[in-house]
Nanobody, 116 residues
Framework: QVQLVESGGGLVQAGGSLRLSCAAS????????MGWYRQAPGKQRELVAR???????NYADSVKGRFTISRDNAKNAVYLQMNSLKPEDTAVYYC??????????WGQGTQVTVSS
């Protein structure tokens, strides 16, 4: 099992910035991609950004140019720098990791609220 613990959420005004962090522990051998998803009230969970073990990234169109995902393989951590936040970015943000055997793991989620 892999445990993922997120931190860094909170309340921010539109145009502001937040940085989310996620630390992985447990059976971390074989972790490949790591990423961030979000779920707003009444909506399905959606991909925000993802990064492979080699550093390849992909982003949702809605966050391109504003959010940056990065990872520190030595610390088994992934980060999401969120700039120019908008009220529509308000959601619970979940850290995700996938290993080479196809198993998915999720964090407990951290709330991000952007006020207008």
């Amino acid at each position: 099992q892999v445990q993922l613990v997120e931190s860094g959420g909170g309340l921010v005004q539109a145009g502001g910035s937040l940085r989310l962090s996620c630390a992985a522990s447990g059976s971390i051998f074989g972790i490949n991609a790591m990423g961030w998803y979000r779920q707003a009230p009444g909506k399905q969970r959606e991909l925000v950004a993802r990064i492979s073990s080699g550093g390849r990234t992909n982003y949702a169109d809605s966050v391109k140019g504003r959010f940056t995902i990065s990872r520190d393989n030595a610390k088994n951590a992934v980060y999401l720098q969120m700039n120019s936040l908008k009220p529509e970015d308000t959601a619970v943000y979940y850290c995700n990791s996938a290993n080479i055997w196809g198993n998915d793991y999720w964090g407990q989620g951290t709330q991000v609220t952007v006020s207008s």
